[in-house]
């Protein structure tokens, strides 16, 4: 069975899907490795490095025409989907949920999609294949970077002979993977700091990292399903909104990471509560997107200033600035689900496994994950995946 690498097409992606280190993993398996020339350049992994690894570096048409499985990190564009033929498996991060249709245009193509956004991430013996927590732990390290970037002052407490600098106060809206990481960053950059979620599990969390937890009076508990935050109600995010204002004001850098699966992302800062910042201040939205973010006026992949002296970064694909972690990472993962789903040689699509059953989207010519069939049917998917 071969197996092959693209290089990533979507502008400004610089990961790649598999690493030279890898590549021995899968060809011990019994695996072939494609490699198509300069899928690794992004991420500083020349193509002399996976020729070393035991991978055949290929161009784009030789890969299309005899790969039987595609590793990607993210969906195929255009170009990519018209080579794509009957038979063959993409496995990448396709986000099946946020974009149904492509899921349908694989089904109708014969191509089997396996998406990583969809793997059961409580079930330990998957840990080793979670590419949203690899890649949510990257993000939030370069969030808590970028925002100590852009602020005009230092992190930590500083005394020198020309004056004494006061520590900068942080605050981390969401504590899932990347608040944590951002959290853990920014404290050992020497900011006080502090973090707040609506899962009540967040608390030891935030307080095993040495940062001070922040509860609100005015919103309860809001956990949903596998660990995850249901959306709150229109009156507890206005409840929320209104006492988290209080608390923003008071900081130097704020970094958003709130997420509900299968939502937009939650407005945790208004634009009262950014006019209530202090000038120099630095917000970080990890959850910009085209739809709007965790913070009124931000703007994905752009960096504002408001009138009131407030950088707002609407921070977008941090994984791929910091190519070679995340591609690390993301290899580890992809390598491990595929070596999961193949036997004797040969992938084996069993969507009675539980690992199977949520990363398999279509198979067959059909779309058979049931949250996203359920999607395309335009019925509204209530529940949980991405
Ligand atoms: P996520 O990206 O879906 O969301 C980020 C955070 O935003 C979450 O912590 C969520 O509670 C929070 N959030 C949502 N709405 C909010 C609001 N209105 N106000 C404040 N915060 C809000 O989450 P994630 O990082 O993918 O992690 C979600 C959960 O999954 C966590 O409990 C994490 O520990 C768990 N998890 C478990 C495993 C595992 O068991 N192996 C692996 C990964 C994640």
Known sequence: MKAAV???NAPGERRVALVPE????????????????????????PDSAYSEAGASIVSTDDLYATADVILTVTRPGEAEMAKLRAGQTVIGML????????????????????????????LSRAQGMDALTSQANVAGY??????????GRFFPLLITAAGTA?????????????GLQAIGTARRLGAQVSGYDVRPASKGEVESLGATFIELRSVGSAAGEGGYAR??????????????????????????????PGRRPPLLITEDAVKAMAAGSVIVDMGASPLGGNVAGSVAGETVVTENGVT???????????PTASSNAYSRNISALLL??????????????????????????????PAVAKLLDGRPDGEGGR
């Open 6 to 8: 693209v290089k990533e």
């Open 142 to 151: 370069k969030a808590a970077l970028l925002g100590a970037a852009e602020y």
């Open 95 to 122: 986000s099946p949920l946020t974009d149904p249709r492509l899921a349908e245009n694989l089904a109708s193509r014969g191509v089997t999609a396996v998406s990583l956004d969809g793997l059961p991430r409580t």
């Open 22 to 45: 890898t590549v021995p993993k899968l060809t011990q398996a019994g695996l072939e490795v494609l490699v198509e020339q300069g899928a690794g350049n992004g991420a500083w992994f």
């Open 340 to 369: 999961h789903m193949v036997s004797e040689g040969a992938l084996k699509i069993d969507t009675s496994d539980e690992i199977q059953a949520g990363v398999v989207v279509t198979h067959d010519g059909q779309v058979v994950h």
């Open 231 to 260: 959306e709150l109600t229109d009156d507890e995010r206005q409840a929320q909104q209104e006492e988290l204002t209080a608390h923003i004001a008071r900081q130097d850098v704020v970094i958003t990471t709130a997420q509900v």
């Open 166 to 178: 006061r520590p900068a106060k942080l605050l981390v809206l969401g504590a899932g993977v990347a």
């Open 312 to 322: 707002v970064i609407g921070a977008q694909n941090l994984p791929s600035t910091v």
